[in-house]
């Protein structure tokens, strides 16, 4: 217990270290879109403009913010909501900490719940080396700590997973089978990806129906049932779906489904996720026994091997047509280092059996050294200055307000978020100009100009 606490708190430590990193300005876009679209909540417009992100998660901020708000008020922070946006508008630093937060908070969680797991259906030796895994793999820990719904997702999912296996344990018992579909909806409604867990939780069912006497009949009734409470959690977690059900379906299958699947511009998205996005986000050493754990859960087969392999694998199939980024893998990576650390463990164990708990952490710190070196060189990055800073200052300083500035490479790549210049009236004029003639109303910079 001692270990794993010290895990916990070392996991803690490396994903709240990055978290002020480029505030008040931010280095990911899709940080503004979670943190604005909980504002807007605010004014009572739950209806999504998009829906190529969930709801899940802004609507957690959009609770936190209004906690936030209410304790502001009563502190004599804001005086009313116009205050309070006004302050997010000066300085946001506050409204990223908190989303930021709540991050941190599910990437621990993942740590804990993948110890548990591994725990559960393998040996705490086990789990001990998967909370190291999981808590140090730069995949994991370098989007722990941006106010993104990936991290969130996972540790849904790996809740769910949680529960799927103590339903498994338990085959007469329903609650925790019914829990599990509730948390892979809400999953989903954190990030679309997630929602895959449903063949998790159908391999599931059919190891609770394995000794049933009317086995296909029992299957099929615990699918339905299943099936039922993952819509409802979806519905739950994202009741903006009930409002605009073919606006969803146009989003999210049409569009976001042709970008991601299937696009496979040099023919190789199969190698590719091994060569690319395993490698750079775990390491070598730690990619092949991950590796290797997923062989060795194929020779033995056993029913935990098959619950642990069936969202990697079909997560495999899904993606080996597509490039995409390495982040979409990330439902998929704790199963794999759990995998991993079963591997490990197993290795270690054949080695000297008798010291196995000392072998298999000796071992799991040789194999994740790589990775956990890249995590630690990933925050010092974020810790340091950034050019996008040193730019601004120097453009302030050197170029007079009103100039054009030309940049290049935006007609292949999109733009990368820099840290915004001083503004003036007549630049926020501009703006106000630019998002009335796109039916905008300019609020926003109209705020800024008279404030």
């Known amino acids: 217990m001692v270990f794993l606490l010290t895990v916990l708190a070392a996991s803690l430590g490396m994903r709240v270290l990055p978290i002020v990193s480029d505030l008040p300005y931010f280095c990911s876009l899709d940080e503004t879109t979670y943190i604005e679209n909980a504002l807007r909540f605010s004014t009572g417009a739950f209806k999504m403009s998009s829906y190529y992100h969930g709801a899940l998660y802004p609507q957690v901020l959009f609770l936190e913010y209004t906690a936030y708000f209410v304790l502001g008020r009563m502190l004599g922070l804001f005086s009313s909501s116009t205050d309070f946006f006004l302050a997010y508008i000066k300085d946001p630093t506050s409204f990223f900490l908190l989303a930021r937060g709540t991050v941190v908070l599910c990437g621990v969680g993942v740590v804990w719940l993948s110890y548990a797991i ?31 719904a990936d991290i969130p997702s996972v540790f849904l999912l790996m809740l769910a997973t949680y529960l799927a296996v103590r339903s498994v344990e338990q085959p007469k018992e329903y609650r925790f089978y019914c829990a599990a579909g509730v948390l892979v909806g809400l999953a989903a409604a954190c990030k679309y990806l997630a929602g895959f867990g449903v063949v998790t939780l159908a391999v599931a069912a059919l190891m609770k129906c394995a000794d049933h006497e009317h086995r296909t009949r029992a299957f099929v009734h615990l699918a339905v049932l299943g099936s039922i409470f993952v819509v409802v959690g979806f519905c739950v977690g994202m009741p903006q779906f009930l409002l605009g ?39 070598i050493p730690l990619e092949l026994a991950s590796l290797l754990g997923l062989g060795f859960a194929l020779y033995n087969r056993s029913k935990w091997d098959i619950l642990m392999l069936s969202f990697p694998a079909f997560f495999y199939f899904l993606f080996m047509h597509s490039v995409g980024y390495a982040y979409h893998l990330l439902p998929a990576v704790p199963f794999l280092l759990i995998l991993a650390a079963r591997f490990v463990d197993t290795v270690a164990e054949k080695l000297q059996p008798r010291w196995s708990l000392g072998a ?64 003036n009236p007549s630049t926020l004029e501009r703006d106000i100009a630019f998002v009335m003639e796109n039916k905008g109303t300019g609020r926003t910079a109209t705020l800024r100009l008279a404030h």
């Open 360 to 423: 298999s952490l000796f071992l799991a710190v040789v194999v994740m050294s790589p990775t956990f070196l890249d995590s630690l060189r990933f925050v010092q990055v974020m810790r340091s200055p950034n050019t996008k800073m040193t730019a601004k200052a120097w453009i302030e300083e050197h170029i007079p307000a009103g100039a054009t500035i030309m940049a290049e490479g935006y007609v292949f790549t999109d733009p990368t978020y820099g840290p915004p210049l001083v503004e």
């Open 118 to 148: 591994a725990s559960r259906v393998y040996h705490q030796r086990v789990g001990l080396v998967a909370s190291l895994f999981t808590a140090f793999s730069l995949l994991l820990s370098q989007m722990s700590f941006l106010a993104l």
């Open 245 to 283: 059900p073919a606006a969803f379906y146009k989003d999210v299958f049409q569009k976001l489904g042709a970008q991601y699947l299937g696009h496979n511009p040099d023919g190789n998205a199969w190698l590719f996720l091994f060569t690319h996005h395993l490698r750079n986000g775990l390491g």
